[in-house]
């Protein structure tokens, strides 16, 4: 299953009539040249409304799902935005500096139209992306451009995201429980079923004729000393039964995510627990959240799409002990303690991403279900390791009780340690962790579940969020600027 949008951008340049046409067609054919051949040029020129129209038509025959519209001259102030109407998909805007020629005949003045551009588009309540700096020269503005592909594929993904939950939302977990309204504003699709709908289709795979191909696939992955390799056939079953509803069950929409019930009642039914096949369609670029934390499927969906590579759903979960700062941090990386805390699941993270991934058990349900067994059974089935070092964005998306979506984005990285712990498992190190904790996730109420991306993508992902019109974008702020609740007298 492809489960991202592909991206095909298209550049289209306007002119206001009393400027001369030429300018605009010069200048945008420079930034095609720097770009490549990635990017469609096209060649009408709009001028008026029925160019606009004409414009539109050429990129869409050309496969263009994503458009920059490139302000060569001041610009049409009408026609230019009537294309933010009528187009259905991202859409950018940005505008040319002048070059080094002859400013009386050569001028453009650009720079004043792309003012009156954004004016317009707020008076026709129209959505665009206009980059941190709009207004450029030809290699400027090519790299202005590569920065929107990946926020033009999380914009098409969620336009055609259907995310599929098995529950119920667990009662203890009030956290997941947010209110699903604010997915219908951002135009993602949900359908939501119970466990009982998951089993009876678990069931009907019994006698797949798949599985003994799943289970070669899955012992290749695991190595020769996995040793619950028993329970590979259940897990096989049930990772076919996920892939075979995904397509059934897309309906219109071409992207899935999943959100699902994953314990306490799954491992006495199921006998065992899903964390690996979790983790092994996360590598296939279909999200599966835990407990049918469906803000958590959103957000693993969108650090797809932004960063091109497979995320994973963390609990914000631990404190590093002194002792594991001490012998593993201290006087390798140039973080406080607090700045640094454990991400954890129960193993739900890919292998590609851990360090010495291996098959274990969920040792917190083995406790409570099968206190009384040596060896497990129905609690087997985790994807387990440290997560590999290297730079990460922590980020979530979540709906308010009041269904206000609202988000944060802070860049760190996994720090090369061992947590002597169990899972899938990682110390994570971000600046001014301490008081992002106090005065983001727990002033304004996140849950405990966070999305990871693999890369800093925070521009990306902070673009995305005010595309989506989300009013609430936290990050970690350095020490030299305060949160708006942080005691000035806290010693």
Known sequence: MTNIPEVKLGIVAVSRSCFPASLSEKRRE????????????????????????????????????????????FGPETPETIIADKW??????????????????GRGDAYCGMLNCSYNLGLRHKKAYIPEN???????????????????????????LKIIAFGPRPDDFLACNAPIKALYDLGVAIEENSELDLLVSYNHHAEDKRIPAK??????????????????????QYELTLLDWAEEHKGTRKYVAFANKCWPAFQTEFKFVPCYVNSRLAGMGIPVSCEVD???????????????????????????????????????????????????????????????????????????????????????????????????????LQS?????????????????????????????????????????????????????????????????????????ISYNQPASLPYPDENPFAK
């Open 88 to 105: 259905d998909g991202p859409i950018m805007y940005c505008a040319s500096a002048e070059g080094d020629g002859n400013l009386m005949n």
């Open 294 to 396: 469906i803000y958590g499927a959103l957000s693993e969906y969108i650090g797809l799409c932004a960063s091109n590579e497979t995320p994973t759903l963390l609990d914000i979960n631990n404190t590093v002990p002194q002792s594991i700062f001490d012998e593993e941090i201290k006087g390798k990386y140039n973080y406080r303690l607090h700045e640094t805390f454990m991400g954890f699941h129960c193993g739900n993270t890919c292998s590609s991403l851990l360090c010495n991934p291996h098959m274990g058990y969920q040792l917190i349900m083995k406790r409570q279900l099968e206190p009384d067994k040596k060896e497990p059974d129905i609690t087997r089935g985790t994807m387990e390791g440290n997560i590999k070092p290297g730079d990460i964005t922590f980020f979530r």
């Open 30 to 73: 420079a930034i095609v040249k720097v770009y490549g051949k990635d990017l469609y040029d096209s060649k009408v020129i709009v001028q008026n409304e029925l160019d606009a129209l004409k414009a539109i038509d050429d990129v869409k025959k050309a496969g263009v799902n994503a458009l920059v519209v490139f302000l060569g001259n």
């Open 400 to 472: 308010t009780a009041g269904t206000e979506l609202k988000a944060y984005v802070a860049q760190g990285e996994v720090l090369d340690a061992d947590c002597h712990s169990f899972g899938s498992i990682g110390i994570f190190a971000i600046k001014d962790m301490d008081r992002f904790y106090r005065h983001v996730l727990i002033q304004k109420r996140f849950p405990h579940h966070g999305a990871v991306a693999f890369g800093h993508v925070g521009e990306t992902l902070f673009e995305v969020f005010k595309y989506l019109g989300i009013g609430d």
């Open 215 to 236: 289970i070669e696939e899955m012992k290749k992955e695991l190595g020769s000393k996995n040793p619950y390799e028993g329970v590979l056939p259940r897990l096989a």
């Open 134 to 160: 709009p207004v450029g020269t030809a290699e400027e503005l090519a790299g202005e451009i590569k920065k929107f592909l990946p926020i033009s594929r999380v914009i098409l993904g969620l336009k055609d």
